[in-house]
């Protein structure tokens, strides 16, 4: 189902179950879905991210590297200030 560099979990059947197999690996579809749907959620927080891009297309690979830095460097503020709260 989809094209082939997409992953899509196994679905259940009317009448059957998912093995232990198909279960563990839908979680681990699941966990990796969520990290990067999070990430996108961060991207949007910029504007410019989320609406339909209205300045000059030459410079759009600029602008969402350097939304990417941002949020990057923001990312690990926000993990070095957790970590440091626990110690």
Not at 6 to 12: D, E, M
Not at 31 to 44: G, Q
Request: positive net charge.
């Amino acid at each position: 189902m989809g094209e082939p560099s997409i992953k899509t979990p196994t679905k259940k059947s009317k009448k059957g179950e998912l093995s232990k197999f198909q279960k563990e690996k839908n979680k681990e579809m699941a966990s990796e879905r969520i990290f990067v749907e999070h990430l996108i959620r961060l991207l949007k927080i910029f504007r410019v991210a989320s609406e339909r891009f209205r300045l000059n297309p030459s410079k759009y690979e600029q602008i969402i590297m350097t939304i990417s830095g941002l949020v990057r460097q923001r990312k690990w503020s926000v993990s070095s200030t957790i970590i440091n709260n626990l110690t």
